[in-house]
Nanobody
């Protein structure tokens, strides 16, 4: 059994910053990619940023230059530093970890950006 627990969401004004964190625990063998996804009301879940175990990253075009993903392989954690936030970034953010051909999801954390 693997659990992902995310934290760090909240309410911020446009132009502000938030940092999301997520920790994996349980029966962890080897984590491949870790990432963050968002889901806005009425929309499908979409990739925000992803990072491989070797540190390679990719980002959605909408967040490039504003968000930075990082991970600590020893601690099985992944973080997302979000700067210059915009109202359109408002969504529930989910962390994810890929292990042995399965994706595990965190519980989701709400990010709300006011204009």
């Amino acid at each position: 059994q693997v659990q992902l627990v995310g934290s760090g969401g909240g309410l911020v004004r446009a132009g502000g910053s938030l940092r999301l964190s997520c920790a994996a625990s349980g029966s962890i063998f080897s984590i491949n990619d870790m990432g963050w996804y968002l889901q806005a009301p009425g929309k499908q879940r979409a990739l925000v940023a992803r990072i491989t175990s070797g540190g390679s990253t990719n980002y959605a075009d909408s967040v490039k230059g504003r968000f930075t993903i990082s991970r600590d392989n020893a601690k099985n954690t992944v973080s997302l530093q979000m700067n210059s936030l915009k109202p359109e970034d408002t969504a529930v953010y989910y962390c994810a970890a890929d292990m042995v051909n399965r994706r595990y999801w965190g519980q989701g954390t709400q990010v709300t950006v006011s204009s």
